[in-house]
Antibody, heavy 119, light 107 residues
Framework: EVQLVESGGGLVKPGGSLRLSCAVS????????MNWVRQAPGKGLEWVSY????????YYADSVKGRFTISRDNAKNSLYLQMNSLRAEDTAVYYC????????????WGQGTLVTVSS | AIQMTQSPSSLSASVGDRVTITCRAS??????LGWYQQKPGKAPKLLIS???SLQSGVPSRFSGSGSGTDFTLTINSLQPEDFATYYC?????????FGQGTKVEIK
């Protein structure tokens, strides 16, 4: 069974940092591209970042470029999102999502972890 | 970045109705579009990939069509469990862009 489990969310002050993790199981992690997607309270979905299976390709949304860093450890079946210089507008539920084999869709998602940026 | 315009933003429908949701891309994206369903407090769920490929386990009342810039999600004979918010996602390149979402509510 494919599982993605996010952790690391919480309350942080503006300007602070937080590191999210996504632990995966049930598939060959090293073969899949991975994404972070977020959803602010009461708002729609916003794609945040992508990392290819071997970390060769990395992309960010303009809204987080220069502040967030995506990474992965294929040996640990884990995906990460280092978030620095956090702003109130970064408050959201953060989901990790798998890119499907041979395609471009996000076929499996975690349950999400809430990040709240507030003083 | 490609812009995705999804409409309507919300709609009210009855059980048994046929519902249509559209997404328009700001440039051609071939058939690289997916549709996702999200229920309150839950993660999104992939319904349809590559414009019209129904995911395993998704009821056949869901269908997708389109190509290039204009895409449609159709739900035939709406069921109580279909009341949710639906998003399109362009899967053509990065950065990815979601549509604004369509909330399907009970009339």
């Amino acid at each position: 069974e494919v599982q993605l489990v996010e952790s690391g969310g919480g309350l942080v002050k503006p300007g602070g940092s937080l590191r999210l993790s996504c632990a995966v199981s049930g598939f060959t992690f090293s073969s899949c591209g991975m994404n972070w997607v977020r959803q602010a309270p009461g708002k729609g979905l916003e794609w945040v970042s992508y990392i290819s299976s071997g970390s060769s390709y990395i992309y960010y949304a303009d809204s987080v470029k220069g502040r967030f860093t995506i990474s992965r450890d294929n040996a640990k079946n884990s995906l990460y999102l280092q978030m620095n210089s956090l702003r109130a507008e970064d408050t959201a539920v953060y989901y990790c999502a798998r890119e499907d084999f041979g395609g471009n869709s996000f076929d499996y998602w975690g349950q999400g972890t809430l990040v709240t940026v507030s003083s | 970045a490609i812009q995705m315009t999804q409409s309507p933003s919300s709609l009210s429908a009855s059980v048994g109705d046929r519902v249509t949701i559209t997404c328009r891309a700001s440039q051609g994206i071939r058939n690289d579009l997916g549709w996702y369903q999200q229920k309150p407090g839950k993660a999104p769920k992939l319904l349809i990939s590559a414009t019209s490929s129904l995911q395993s386990g998704v009821p056949s009342r869901f269908s997708g069509s389109g190509s290039g810039t204009d895409f449609t999600l159709t739900i035939n004979s709406l069921q109580p469990e279909d009341f949710a918010t639906y998003y399109c996602l362009e899967e053509y390149n990065y950065p990815r862009t979601f549509g604004q979402g369509t909330k399907v509510e009970i009339k």
